[in-house]
């Protein structure tokens, strides 16, 4: 067990519709990351906050958004759902904002019908 | 943009053999090369990292090289077991777009051990 809670770990909707996918990262962990990841692909970097703020931006959608609340959780939005967008959404969360080591959850199964 | 290439795709032994998976990154300024193993279901797991001042790190079985001038970095797996069967991905430290820095992943290697 990483330490990392990620609900729900699956959800199907509907294309069109929009979800919120919620992450808690370690205890004392300040960084929270988003990661995608498609059938037979890699891991796919969207989004950091550290802290409450952005600290870095991958190849995320306009569709998609993140934030980070005071008490350090963390909500990735994905709005307009796509057939495209049904994936592994992974949540990592690590001590500072630089590059230490980085703890995963178990995912967001979801799924886009 | 910048990337990891992470050969091969998929690797089959026996068990007792060894395993070694290869990658390569462009950002000459990325510092820090960990390597993750996913289980089937699972999120990815830290196995073991090395940062730019360091060539080699090893932990019981599971070792990891680097070589910054050539630009690319090893796992090694001694001894391998049925249950080191999984999916391995490196990743590195790399520049975004906004110039910030975030972990970039390869494209992972599933790895077969076969008993």
């Known amino acids: 067990d990483s330490g990392v809670t990620q609900t729900p770990k699956h959800l199907i909707t509907a294309t069109g519709q929009r979800v919120t996918l919620r992450c808690s990262p370690r205890?004392?962990?300040?960084?929270v990351y988003w990661y995608q990841q498609s059938l037979d692909q890699g891991l796919q970097f969207l989004i950091q906050?550290?802290?409450?703020?952005?600290?870095a931006k991958g190849n995320i959608l306009e569709r998609f958004s993140a934030q980070q609340f005071p008490d350090l959780h963390s909500e990735l939005n994905l709005s307009s759902l796509e057939l495209g967008d049904s994936a592994l959404y992974f949540c990592a969360s690590s001590p500072l904002g630089g590059f230490t080591e980085a703890f995963f959850g178990q995912g967001t199964r979801l799924t886009v019908v | 943009g910048e990337n990891v290439e992470q050969h091969p795709s998929t690797l089959s032994v026996q068990e007792g053999d060894s395993a070694v998976i290869k990658c390569t990154y462009s950002?000459?300024?990325?510092?820090?090369f960990p390597w993750y193993k996913q289980e089937l279901g699972k999120g990815p797991q830290l196995i073991i990292d090395i940062r730019s001042n360091v060539g080699e790190k090893k932990d019981q079985r599971i070792a990891v090289t680097l070589n910054k001038t050539a630009k690319h970095f090893s796992l090694h797996i001694t001894e391998t077991q049925p249950e080191d069967s999984a999916v391995y991905f490196c990743a590195a430290s790399m520049k975004m777009d906004t110039g910030r820095r975030a972990l970039t992943f390869g494209s992972g290697t599933r790895l077969q051990v076969q008993p």
């Open positions: 906050y550290y802290n409450g703020e952005e600290r």
């Open positions: 205890s004392g962990d300040l960084s």
């Open positions: 950002d000459s300024a990325s510092n820090y």
